[in-house]
């Protein structure tokens, strides 16, 4: 009985809640993506099939993780340079977890479906309760200036990327599970709502990713693409309307943006802080190029007289997930996930050119999972920490469930919803 617990319904359990549990915060997410790795290696250790570990993902992950290692190693600037780096390993641990548990538990791909619908109708919910009413269902008020919907990310202003990220799992577990009719409507809330909800977030990054989300899907979903291409197209019109008829929603979003990037004094990337940020970063990797100054050590080499620019240098990271890995881990950090890219790329434009032909490469829910993991590694917006924890979590969350699909070359619908 005990055994089936830790070893089954435990891990199963947590696989299902980290979507959940992100919303908390960190520490309930990463604590779980722990548990339920060290119980996989315990499995993996008892039974001694080591073959999983045989794919290209974790080849390329493994690579990464000793290069990381490796250079705080030598860099030795800070304590949690190393500690970041070693304890990376858990995230390509995790993936693998995920596809093993996914295989055990055939309903737990379903539970991840369900437990997604109700989270997003919940921080939906709460979302438009809290921007009409002015707080939310625990008493939150809304963040100023803006006002900018939060939910239950309270100060943190991470609302509409945990949508925007998160969605496209949504549909393409829709599409495996063919779900009904009666349910496609729900779904047309859900991705109405959820844009909505991006928008009144304040939150311009988001909005990005979730717009590029909607644009891969148009051109790469086969399956009942009428119907996706109909709540596309709504979407965008609805995003319009919105923007043009709020005029905090157009302030923010088209008013300040355009005034952060178009300044008296010269034109920035982004905004001032975002340019100067980069300018350093960039500096930084000219001194360093083959191995960075480190992980996490951006914050400490942007006070530097030859990195400092002025007051508004400096942050914990650059904000962009390829300067940094320039800047931190230099041109082989860079090099290692900028292929990584390069390759999702050829893959979605082979499936592209074969869908034209009637051959398509990729089902559906494969092209969805896709593009969850290509908003990760889209280069050209300001982006968090790449070794955050909590982004860490959303960003490998979808490549178990996709090496799963690969695994079980799954090109077909499952129909047991």
Same mark, same amino acid.
Request: with cysteine; net charge positive; hydrophobic share 50%.
């Given at each position: 009985?005990?055994?089936?617990?830790?070893?089954?319904?435990?891990?199963?359990?947590?696989?299902?809640?980290?979507?959940?549990?992100?919303?908390?915060?960190?520490?309930?997410?990463?604590?779980?993506?722990?548990?339920?790795?060290?119980?996989?290696?315990?499995?993996?250790?008892?039974?001694?099939?080591?073959?999983?570990?045989?794919?290209?993902?974790?080849?390329?992950?493994?690579?990464?993780?000793?290069?990381?290692?490796?250079?705080?190693?030598?860099?030795?600037?800070?304590?949690?340079?190393?500690?970041?780096?070693?304890?990376?390993?858990?995230?390509?641990?995790?993936?693998?977890?995920?596809?093993?548990?996914?295989?055990?538990?055939?309903?737990?791909?379903?539970? #991840?479906?369900?437990?997604?619908? +109700? &989270? =997003? %109708?919940?921080? /939906? $919910?709460? !979302?438009? @309760?809290?921007?009409?009413?002015?707080?939310?269902?625990?008493?939150?008020?809304?963040?100023?200036?803006?006002?900018?919907?939060?939910?239950?990310?309270?100060?943190?202003?991470?609302?509409?990327?945990?949508?925007?990220?998160?969605?496209?799992?949504?549909?393409?577990?829709?599409?495996?599970?063919? #779900?009904?009719?009666?349910?496609? +409507? &729900? =779904? %047309?809330?859900? /991705? $109405?709502? !959820?844009? @909505?909800?991006?928008?009144?977030?304040?939150?311009?990054?988001?909005?990005?990713?979730?717009?590029?989300?909607?644009?891969?899907?148009?051109?790469?979903?086969?399956?009942?693409?009428?119907?996706?291409?109909?709540?596309?197209?709504?979407?965008?019109?609805?995003?319009?309307?919105?923007?043009?008829?709020?005029?905090?929603?157009?302030?923010?979003?088209?008013?300040?943006?355009?005034?952060?990037?178009?300044?008296?004094?010269?034109?920035?990337?982004?905004?001032?802080?975002?340019?100067?940020?980069?300018?350093?970063?960039?500096?930084?990797?000219?001194?360093?190029?083959?191995?960075?100054?480190?992980?996490?050590?951006?914050?400490?080499?942007?006070?530097?007289?030859?990195?400092?620019?002025?007051?508004?240098?400096?942050?914990?990271?650059?904000?962009?997930?390829?300067?940094?890995?320039?800047?931190?881990?230099?041109?082989?950090?860079?090099?290692?996930?900028?292929?990584?890219?390069?390759?999702?790329?050829?893959?979605?434009?082979?499936?592209?050119?074969?869908?034209?032909?009637?051959?398509?490469?990729?089902?559906?829910?494969?092209?969805?999972?896709?593009?969850?993991?290509?908003?990760?590694?889209?280069?050209?917006?300001?982006?968090?920490?790449?070794?955050?924890?909590?982004?860490?979590?959303?960003?490998?969350?979808?490549?178990?469930?996709?090496?799963?699909?690969?695994?079980?070359?799954?090109?077909?619908?499952?129909?047991?919803?």
């Amino acid at each position: 009985m005990i055994k089936n617990f830790l070893f089954y319904i435990l891990p199963t359990h947590l696989i299902y809640l980290i979507p959940a549990l992100l919303v908390t915060g960190p520490f309930l997410s990463d604590l779980s993506l722990i548990i339920v790795s060290i119980i996989f290696l315990v499995i993996v250790f008892i039974e001694k099939d080591y073959s999983i570990f045989k794919n290209k993902f974790f080849y390329i992950f493994i690579i990464f993780y000793f290069y990381i290692v490796l250079n705080s190693l030598i860099q030795n600037q800070n304590f949690d340079s190393l500690r970041i780096s070693i304890s990376y390993l858990r995230f390509g641990i995790f993936p693998l977890a995920v596809m093993y548990f996914l295989d055990k538990d055939p309903t737990l791909i379903k539970k #991840i479906f369900y437990c997604l619908i +109700l &989270l =997003f %109708l919940v921080l /939906i $919910l709460d !979302s438009i @309760f809290q921007y009409f009413v002015g707080y939310n269902f625990f008493g939150w008020k809304l963040i100023y200036p803006g006002p900018r919907v939060s939910s239950f990310f309270g100060d943190e202003l991470i609302l509409g990327s945990y949508l925007a990220r998160l969605l496209p799992i949504l549909i393409g577990l829709m599409f495996f599970l063919d #779900i009904s009719k009666k349910k496609l +409507l &729900l =779904f %047309l809330f859900i /991705i $109405l709502s !959820s844009m @909505f909800v991006v928008l009144i977030s304040g939150e311009r990054t988001a909005l990005f990713l979730m717009i590029l989300s909607f644009v891969l899907m148009f051109f790469l979903i086969s399956k009942k693409k009428i119907f996706l291409r109909y709540i596309i197209l709504t979407t965008f019109a609805f995003c319009i309307i919105i923007i043009s008829l709020s005029d905090t929603t157009r302030k923010r979003v088209v008013n300040v943006t355009l005034d952060k990037i178009f300044t008296k004094e010269k034109i920035y990337i982004f905004s001032r802080q975002h340019d100067e940020h980069y300018v350093s970063a960039i500096r930084m990797f000219k001194d360093k190029p083959l191995l960075g100054v480190g992980i996490k050590n951006f914050r400490i080499f942007c006070s530097e007289k030859k990195y400092f620019i002025s007051d508004y240098t400096c942050s914990p990271h650059p904000h962009n997930t390829y300067i940094q890995l320039l800047s931190e881990t230099g041109m082989i950090g860079f090099v290692i996930i900028f292929s990584i890219f390069i390759y999702i790329n050829y893959k979605l434009i082979i499936h592209l050119i074969n869908k034209i032909s009637k051959k398509p490469l990729l089902s559906d829910f494969q092209v969805c999972l896709f593009i969850a993991v290509y908003l990760t590694l889209w280069p050209l917006i300001p982006s968090g920490n790449f070794f955050n924890n909590w982004l860490s979590i959303v960003y490998f969350y979808p490549v178990g469930i996709l090496l799963w699909s690969f695994k079980n070359n799954y090109s077909i619908s499952y129909k047991t919803a």
